[in-house]
């Protein structure tokens, strides 16, 4: 009886300890299950940027439905795209297979985290498109506000320079100039020979991303981005592509805010167009004559007001002679919430407008 007893027991630890001999490996180290692995860092590829040590990594769904990383100490977005600061900004990480950072000793690459989630699915969509890599040039500086130079936006981790290359570079050339091609004639209203379907297929990939808010290139990439569209259901996507000024080495994406920036201030939409054929009518106009674009955007204006009410065309006449030279700007306002986020980090106050008079978007 005792014998048939400690056969049992036996039989019992024997039965127990299979599982755990299970999780050994062919040399006898035990083996981690899943619950006893680590707790997986939920931000995915996001864990290889800077953030700091004592962010719990979390994640929201954006309004579009894409899934945006983010930490218990969060990145934020404060203030519009030319006069605010980026709260706890990331910096973007230099090593990766679908993009590189473009003059990182300049200290421009820190972004909000739904500026990081863009890169990575903007990047790898480039990518399976057939083109090698993306070349990001500036985000933003680490708390965000103006540039000393180059940009009057740029300033809450919202925006970022893509250049015109499509190419990886190797390492040594990330930090000098002249890596991006100039896609559009001097002085001449029309694309070079450098513009070709793989820039096309980047820039509609951008566009076509429900988190971004516009595309800046210069007016002439715009016409023959409208020349090389012939579906009328991307006429949407294209008017998301603006046409300003310079922009001939780089374009320039400005994602929406995202649903947790609660002190990030929208962008109104661009007026509604209806067609590609008014896309490239509106980028057209950009070659004409200041003064001309003043009065043709004054006459439509005008007009509008017109066909809503009775007042004639007098009415036409006095708007367009008052229209010629532009109200100015209203000053920017620099919110207080950043005054006191920079003043918490003890750094120098940084004015709106202070990065001087010659800037890009």
């Known amino acids: 009886m005792r014998l048939a007893l400690l056969v049992a027991a ?13 999780q ?49 100490y ?10 605010g600061c980026l709260v706890n900004g990331i910096q973007v990480n230099g090593d990766s297979h679908f993009y590189q950072l473009y003059h990182p000793q300049n200290q421009r690459h820190y972004a909000d985290i739904s500026m990081i989630s863009f890169l990575e699915r903007y990047s790898r969509k480039v990518r399976q498109a057939g083109i090698d890599s993306v070349l990001v040039g500036d985000i933003s500086s680490r708390y965000g506000g103006p540039f000393n130079k180059g940009h009057a936006s740029h300033q809450i981790g919202l925006d970022v320079d893509i250049e015109f290359n499509h190419r990886r570079l190797p390492q040594s050339r990330l930090t000098t100039k002249g890596n991006a091609q100039v896609l559009v004639n001097p002085g001449a ?39 090389m569209t012939k579906d009328e259901r991307e006429q949407p996507f294209l008017r998301k592509i603006r046409p300003w000024y310079g922009h001939t080495e780089h374009f320039h994406i400005r994602l929406r805010c995202p649903d947790h920036a609660h002190s990030c201030v929208r962008q109104d939409p661009p007026e509604p167009k209806f067609s590609i054929a008014q896309e490239r009518e509106e980028a057209m106009s950009w ?16 007009l509008d007001s017109q066909r809503r009410s009775a007042s004639g ?36 106050m940084k004015a709106p407008g202070s990065q001087g008079k010659k800037r890009r978007r």
């Open 287 to 302: 070659f004409d004559p200041p003064q001309v674009r003043a009065q043709n955007v004054a006459l439509a204006a005008a």
């Open 10 to 22: 036996a039989a019992a630890v024997m039965a127990v300890s299979a599982p755990l001999s299970a």
């Open 313 to 348: 065309s007098s009415a036409v006449s006095s708007v367009l002679s008052a229209a010629v030279k532009p109200d100015p700007k209203p000053r920017k306002v620099f919110p207080e919430r950043c005054s006191m986020y920079y003043q918490s980090l003890n750094i120098p």
């Open 189 to 227: 209203q029309t694309v070079n020979s450098n513009f070709n379907r793989k820039y096309y297929d980047m820039l509609m990939i951008a566009a076509r991303d429900p988190e971004v808010e516009r595309i800046f290139v210069s007016p002439a990439i715009k016409v023959a981005v409208c020349d």
């Open 74 to 83: 969060d990145s934020e977005p404060v203030g519009n795209y030319s006069s």
């Open 24 to 72: 050994a490996g062919d040399n006898g180290r035990s083996v981690r299950t899943h619950s006893q692995a680590p707790a997986r860092n939920m931000a995915g590829t996001h864990a290889q940027h800077r953030i700091s040590p004592d962010v719990r990594q979390s994640s929201s769904r954006t309004s579009s439905g894409n899934v945006t990383p983010r930490g218990r």
